[in-house]
T-cell receptor, first 112, second 113 residues
Framework: RKEVEQDPGPFNVPEGATVAFNCTYSNSASQSFFWYRQDCRKEPKLLMSVYSSGNEDGRFTAQLNRASQYISLLIRDSKLSDSATYLCVVPDFSGGYNKLIFGAGTRLAVHP | SQTIHQWPATLVQPVGSPLSLECTVEGTSNPNLYWYRQAAGRGLQLLFYSVGIGQISSEVPQNLSASRPQDRQFILSSKKLLLSDSGFYLC????????????FGDGTRLSIL
């Protein structure tokens, strides 16, 4: 099993739709998680940090299910500007918490 | 606030030429520093990371090297570039706490001819 697995997509949704991405991780001891957003040909940018059961920031909600070892990202009322690749990120314990493991990303395309 | 600077933004180099990419961080002390490479349409590959001056951990065997001559400066180098070195190179920093995210520079798009 890969350390971090994401559905690559693409998810094609109309404006205003609600879309959810799932991410599974293999290390049950993981305590913190991150979602990054990467636009085409740009650097990844931190979208949300998840340290407990979940986090909410405006239209974005991240939820953590420790028992099943998955993290989800829910986007409500999708905007055209939400089109990007969303990266699920988990700390790498082999690196003494100094490294992060990035998922390959889920691509979202929001159309008019 | 903390900022990270990476340059150049774009670079075109011939095969066999040397490389030097520089990254600097402002507004923080003793950050962890990272170099990643991203091939077109692929995920991030960690190349090197550093937890302090002169301390470099290499993740992938290759013809690249990294150095950290100052606390907030991280340099990626090569003596002779290969075609396979093409890609998007990203520098990132992180605070020293255990559960902190990384923050990326704007990246350098390197094309080898």
């Amino acid at each position: 099993r890969k350390e971090v697995e994401q559905d690559p997509g693409p998810f094609n949704v109309p404006e205003g739709a609600t879309v959810a991405f799932n991410c599974t991780y293999s290390n049950s001891a993981s305590q913190s998680f991150f979602w990054y957003r990467q636009d085409c040909r740009k650097e990844p940018k931190l979208l949300m940090s998840v340290y407990s059961s979940g986090n909410e920031d405006g239209r974005f909600t991240a939820q953590l299910n420790r028992a099943s070892q998955y993290i989800s990202l829910l986007i409500r009322d999708s905007k055209l500007s939400d089109s990007a690749t969303y990266l699920c990120v988990v700390p790498d314990f082999s690196g003494g918490y100094n490294k992060l493991i990035f998922g390959a990303g889920t691509r979202l395309a929001v159309h008019p | 606030s903390q900022t990270i600077h990476q340059w150049p933004a774009t670079l075109v180099q011939p095969v066999g030429s040397p490389l030097s990419l520089e990254c600097t961080v402002e507004g923080t002390s003793n950050p962890n520093l990272y170099w990643y490479r991203q091939a077109a349409g692929r995920g991030l590959q960690l190349l090197f990371y550093s937890v302090g001056i002169g301390q470099i951990s290499s993740e992938v065997p290759q013809n690249l090297s990294a150095s950290r001559p100052q606390d907030r400066q991280f340099i990626l180098s090569s003596k002779k570039l290969l075609l396979s070195d093409s890609g998007f190179y990203l520098c990132a920093w992180k605070g020293t706490g255990a559960y902190q995210p990384q923050h990326f520079g704007d990246g350098t798009r390197l094309s080898i001819l």
